[in-house]
């Protein structure tokens, strides 16, 4: 997580200087590059080099063999060097004077001989420490803004605030106004930051400063102070184009802006940034005087100031993608990245997107734009269900309760958390929780999915059958070793009717393979008594992302039988319409008289004799250019398949009327001997259309009227959870039109 990020800066100016404060980790070392590699000493440069051979002579060859072998430990431009990593950085930039401040050396106290190696104090990345806390800081001009700096290869980021020309610390008034919160968003996000490109990081609004101009703090000494995250800029031939951008923004805007706000405010309120700087500074001048090494001073740190330990907690959580808790000046903070964000430093080709199907579900929207970069989260669909992770004490609502509330609003909201926390389920979709609850999907329940995926409380899942008849298999591969997992499930679930972790997956992974029986309860339960205890163990699995449940999609499919009678029919009822009249069915449906016009060798009348001689002659043009249909128009049965043929035409006409004949159909029927598949039902052509009416015929009406309705959804995309809400029917109907519609469908299981 955030392989990138090497350190976390807290650097001030004042009137005597700059200084670096506090630094996290203690000594940050950015990882070696690719290099070449070394050739083998003993071996001649003509011996590696196979073109410089072929085109010299032999004599030439044996006499560069001669020479002694060239020694490459000695070339320096040979072996690859970081940028000036031999030689202080601070050096390359003699353009910019360096401010004096007191040092340990001007300390009459100061002994030489307890000093520990001034590297450790006054050296970090190459530069030392005091130019670094120059160059962090800005003119007053650049500050209030975002600040990006890339030298060589380190990048600074962060948010420079500085206090007012008469030394105050003021709120500043916002540049762009903020977006208002949506009406369907509840007030519960306590991490939520200002507007990322106000002016200053401020919790009060423009109106509010205006109002209070009172509200400010007077500064000793402190200028400037800058949180500034330090990152090693990745190698450009393995970041994708234009995503170093994004990347940078987000840890601008998740830590080093939300952090500098929050310190920010309570410098403006109560000095707290400068009393802290007093602090350390005063406190590593101590340890540097007394000949200390660094980690002393750190670790003395942690104890003295509450801004320390919460870099270290930062830095942390970054590196092994958690969430921050931390404190300042007693108030609690929540910082995280993006879990996936580091994907955007790599190529896209073998990398998952970060939603499902955005352009379907819409979870753009769904879950907002903070949280559609760098998370991967699902589609938050009504037919979803929440899986609610552990929650520790500083998060369970109930003890919400029990503390005092500033407002009425505060308890609500928290009473109703509390009862949605007790109705979440996974065997419920978020629709069935807001009937039980009488919510509104949108604008009540989503919201809180948000927060508690957000805070990292809960994720969205696809139900989990009541019985476990859910079909799962298992992922590529798992957040840890299997034998770690198996010694932790063996000390959660101790009953001896549980088998051990890799039986039960070997037990899903081969039931898979399996035409039958696949789902959970066949293939491991096997008894009812053991559902309550099997749920257990599926809930565990499903919060180790050991499970992956498999969906029944379905698609139609038109087979050859199914086209050669929609064909034919097509074929009668254009012979009838050729024909100019109205003519009585008993008659098309009596053999003589169906054979008198459709065998071209029939003692009876030739079939344009009662037609028009306009008709006539393009019934004898069809006729002869489709002499290949006839004798599959012959092989079907006409006194019992015409009227069907006739009513399932008849159903369709107003379709076939209100849609002009085009060649589109035409070349329709060249793929007749080959089943093919429908992809899109719901957009079918008008010949699609006539192959899905013709599946209804000889069906139940209420069977025929239901698949109808639903076959919209048989594009192999849908889930049956999607299925069943979407058409509003039950498991039941669903599989009623499977049975009936066998033939014609073909169902899979895949991963939604």
């Not at 106000?198 to 000793?220: I, L």
């Not at 990398?351 to 769904?366: G, I, K, R, Y």
Request: aromatic share 10%.
């Amino acid at each position: 997580m955030a392989e990138t990020l090497l350190a976390i800066l807290l650097v001030t100016t004042s009137a005597n200087g700059s200084n670096l404060v506090f630094r996290w980790p203690e000594f940050p070392m950015a990882p070696p590059r690719l290099s070449r590699a070394r050739p083998d000493e003993s071996l001649s440069l003509s011996r590696l080099d196979n073109p410089w051979r072929t085109s010299h002579s032999q004599e030439e060859i044996e006499k560069a063999e001669v020479l002694p072998p060239y020694d490459y430990a000695r070339d320096q431009d040979y072996c690859w060097q970081r940028p000036n990593a031999l030689r202080d950085r601070s050096l390359s930039f003699t353009n910019h004077p360096i401010p004096s401040r007191s040092s340990p050396s001007r300390d009459r106290s100061y002994s030489f001989e307890k000093a520990t190696t001034p590297d450790e104090y006054d050296h970090v990345l190459g530069y030392s420490a005091e130019f670094l806390a120059t160059l962090l800081c800005p003119q007053r001009s650049m500050c209030h803004q975002k600040f990006e700096l890339i030298v060589d290869d380190l990048a600074f980021i962060g948010h420079p605030v500085c206090a007012d020309p008469d030394g105050g610390w003021r709120f500043k008034p916002e540049k762009v106004k903020a977006a208002s919160r949506t009406r369907d968003e509840p007030n519960l996000d306590n991490s939520a930051s200002p507007h990322p490109h106000a002016e200053g990081p401020s919790s009060k609004n423009q109106e509010s400063s205006s109002q209070e101009p009172s509200s400010a703090s007077k500064s000793k000494w402190l200028h400037t102070f800058h949180l500034a995250l330090v990152l090693d800029l990745p190698d450009p031939s393995s970041s994708a184009s234009g995503n170093l951008t994004k990347y940078f923004n987000t840890l601008y805007e998740q830590i080093a802006f939300t952090l500098t706000a929050v310190l920010y405010q309570e410098q403006v309120l109560s000095n707290f940034v400068e009393n802290e700087c007093d602090t350390l500074i005063a406190l590593k001048d101590s340890c540097a005087s007394k000949g200390e090494p660094f980690s002393k001073y750190t670790s003395q740190a942690f104890a003295v100031s509450s801004i320390a330990p919460a870099m270290k907690t930062i830095f942390e959580a970054i590196k092994s993608s958690s969430m921050a808790y931390v404190n300042i000046n007693y108030l609690p903070l929540e910082l995280q990245l993006p879990p996936y964000l580091d994907t955007l430093l790599h190529s896209q080709d073998d990398q998952e997107t970060d939603f499902v199907d955005p352009s379907d579900d819409d979870s753009t929207l769904t879950w907002g734009e903070h949280m559609n970069l760098g998370w991967k989260l699902p589609a938050m669909a009504p037919w979803k269900t929440l899986l609610l992770l552990d929650i520790d004490n500083e998060m369970d609502p109930h003890m919400a309760l029990r503390g005092p509330h500033e407002s009425a609003d505060d308890r609500t909201l928290a009473e109703g958390l509390i009862r949605f926390l007790e109705t979440a389920s996974v065997t419920l979709s978020l629709s069935e929780m807001a009937n039980l609850l009488g919510w509104d999907l949108e604008s009540q329940v989503y919201p809180i999915v948000r927060w508690l995926v957000l805070h990292r409380r809960a994720k969205v899942v696809d139900v989990v059958h009541p019985g476990l008849k859910t079909a799962f298999t298992l992922p590529p591969k798992f957040g840890a070793t299997l034998s770690e997992l198996s010694a932790q499930f063996h000390e959660t679930f101790t009953h001896p009717a549980i088998p051990s972790l890799p039986e039960i997956l070997a037990t899903i992974s081969t039931s898979m393979s399996k035409q039958t029986d696949s789902h959970f309860f066949a293939s491991v339960v096997k008894a009812k008594e053991f559902i309550p205890m099997y749920h257990d163990v599926v809930l565990w699995m499903l919060k180790r992302d050991m499970l992956i449940t498999l969906h029944l999609r379905i698609r139609v499919v038109a087979t050859r039988e199914l086209k050669l009678r929609v064909k034919a029919q097509r074929e009668y009822k254009t012979l009838a319409k050729s024909a100019g009249g109205q003519y009585d069915r008993q008659k098309y449906q009596r053999s003589s008289d169906y054979g008198e016009i459709m065998s071209p060798n029939s003692s009876g009348r030739n079939p344009s004799f009662f037609l028009s001689p306009r008709s006539a002659h393009n019934f004898a043009h069809r006729f002869s250019s489709k002499e290949s249909r006839r004798s599959e128009i012959s092989e079907l049965n006409f006194d019992t398949d015409a009227p069907a043929m006739l009513r399932v035409e008849e159903e369709t006409e107003s379709i076939s009327n209100s849609e002009p004949e085009v060649d589109e159909e035409d070349s329709s029927w060249d793929n007749m001997e080959q089943p093919s598949m429908i992809n899109d039902p719901g957009k079918a052509t008008p010949m699609q259309r006539r192959w899905l009416s013709a599946m209804s015929e000889g069906k139940e009406l209420a069977i025929a009227r239901r698949f109808e309705l639903i076959n919209q959804y048989f594009d192999g995309k849908k889930s049956d959870d999607e299925i069943l809400y979407r058409a509003d029917i039950s498991r039941k109907q669903l599989r009623e039109v499977l049975h009936h519609y066998e033939e014609y469908l073909q169902t899979f299981l895949h991963p939604s």
